[in-house]
């Protein structure tokens, strides 16, 4: 078999296929079942507030940063790091290990969404809606089995048919098809009887109460979610900014991203909020997860008018948001093997999707057979969560801040930048990357650490 294929690196046929990918990418599973519980715990308008903030500043440094690193060496994670400097290239190792242990337990959940979409278009909301079926499904052997393959199958189908043919085509259909479902379910929970007093606490920032410990919980809870929202750190960036064209302009593009990511979010918390507070009050800002998205929610759907059409609508569009991350962790694992290995593009994604299997097994069944296996004492499917979310990707952000700011220095990405115009906020950039974005990736680390094993909550 032929596997050495040094061709011609693949590439995004231009601004809006780069824009929809990443925006694709950065939306998923955690703009729809954290951010609405965040919002609702930390008050509603005072976190939207500070997260849009953080979302110019801060979010707006890291993704320039990896999109211009990626671009500048056309290779993903590991080539990127060791073609710009050999001694740094363990930041590119720690963060191609992100996505190799993140696809494989985001593809069970993902799964688990399939499931529930299956459930609601097939009139089976009823039972759906049972507060057992989800623990039922989880802890059966076969079931969580079958929907984790159907859905790591699909997303192996889009990442074989390539940057141009498969993920960029899937983005410009699913993207904008996300973002119409999003606003019409928004729109129809916000006129549900009782619902605007939801809405107005969503919306409306209010300090009132917020003392200086609230709003330094506040604004690490913004930080955190807005790292793991717009697919930081896990190499995605730095493999999609490969595919970039040098005449796109990263800094427009970027904005686009960021207004896609926070949108979505934003419209989560439209969804989510007013109808929660007026079907399951007692669950506002303190449920996120599954237990909001396999258990509260499809009870809610039950309850509402409508709600079965609603539910199936709702799961659609949180599958196409599950899909479309899933598409660049898979991309980027693949480009990783294609760059370090030589492999052409379909044994590549052989390798990948056997891999993936082989890890999301522990996973899939985690809540099963395996049920009694623990580590740190969390279920295996929560360990992968924590030990890639909460502590690989911090270190890798900030050995990425530390690597931009101090060893290839500020002025090697802005020269990628001013490749196709004006890097406008380039002051900004500076200062976020070299002294407030890596003071704000500790606390990110710290807080998220003691969240994990419970000494506060976020």
Known sequence: ?????????????????????????????????????LAAKYGGGTFLLIYIILSVTFGFALMIAEIAIGRKTGLSPIGAYEKLNKKYSIVGYLGALVPVIILPYYSVIGGWVTKYFFAFVTGD??????????GNFVSSTGNPLLWFAVFLGITAVVVLLGVEKGIEKVSKIMMPVLIFLSIGIAVYT??????????????????????????????VAA????????????????????????????????????????GVAFLAGLMIIPAVSVYSPDKLGTQAGPGLMFET???????????????????????????????SLMETVVSIFQDKFKLNRKFACLVVLLICILLGLPSSLGYGIWDSVKILGMQLLDFFDFISNSVIMPIVAFLTCIFVGFVIKPKAIEEEIELSGKFKYKALFNVMIKYAAPVFLLLILGSSILSAFGIISL
């Open 190 to 219: 916000m006129f549900i009887p009782g619902a605007i007093d939801g809405v107005l606490h969503y919306i409306t920032p209010d300090f009132s109460n917020m003392t200086a410990s609230k709003l330094l919980l506040t604004v």
């Open 223 to 262: 930080m955190g979610q807005l790292f793991y929202s717009m697919s930081l750190a896990m190499g995605i960036m730095i493999t999609y900014g490969s595919y970039m064209k040098k005449d796109v302009n990263i800094e427009s593009s970027v904005h686009q991203i960021e207004i896609f990511d926070t």
């Open 125 to 134: 909301a009823g039972n759906a809606a049972n507060p057992d079926y989800f």
């Open 1 to 37: 078999m032929e596997i050495n294929a040094k061709k011609q690196r693949s590439s995004f046929t231009g601004k809006i296929g780069f824009v929809l990918a990443a925006a694709g990418s950065a939306v998923g599973l955690g703009n729809i079942w954290r951010f609405p519980y």
């Open 297 to 327: 929610l499809p009870s809610i759907f039950a309850d509402m008018p409508g709600g079965a059409i609603i539910g199936a609508v709702f799961f659609l569009l949180v599958l196409f948001a599950a899909l479309t991350s899933s598409i």
